[in-house]
């Protein structure tokens, strides 16, 4: 059990090197944590009102049949529910990789802002589907 506290605390001591060393950190972190927020939050307002009419909504549309794909409206929480995994395991990656490979460390962080941006983009056109 030392080891693992011992890891955890190495990892968390790198984080806030990371953080303090340079600016490219602290902007990716804040714009992927804002852009996590605003995923969970547009289906929580508009597509929770619509659990009670709806039970089942478009998920997906195709342009060549329509709209493909129908789900409870809790599937419309997927991608936030994805973009925090994604944003906390890209988050321990940038903090490991930090003192051997800044690179890519870089590259995580970068990365995950871009798919972050995906699924937010995924979500807006889903709560469009809905509207």
Same mark, same amino acid.
């Given at each position: ?13 790198? +984080? ?8 490219? +950190?602290? +902007? ?6 804002? =852009? ?24 997906h549309y195709n342009i060549y049949i329509g709209i493909d794909r129908f789900g409870p409206w809790y599937f419309? /929480? ?18 490991? /990789? ?15 802002? /871009? ?12 709560? =469009?589907?809905?509207?």
């Amino acid at each position: 059990m030392t080891r693992f506290s011992d890891a955890i605390r190495r990892t968390i001591s790198s +984080y806030a090197d990371l953080i303090r060393s340079s600016a490219l +950190y602290r +902007y990716t972190t804040i714009a992927s944590l804002v =852009l996590v927020a605003l995923t969970v939050a547009l289906p929580a307002w508009k597509i929770m009102p619509l659990r009670e009419t709806a039970p089942f909504i478009p998920l997906h549309y195709n342009i060549y049949i329509g709209i493909d794909r129908f789900g409870p409206w809790y599937f419309a /929480f997927v991608p936030g529910a994805l973009g925090a995994t994604l944003l906390v395991v890209n988050t321990l990656f940038q903090a490991v /990789f930090f003192r051997r490979e800044r690179v890519l460390s870089s590259f995580f962080a970068v990365a995950t802002v /871009f798919a972050e941006v995906a699924l937010f983009v995924a979500i807006v056109l889903t709560v =469009l589907l809905n509207l």
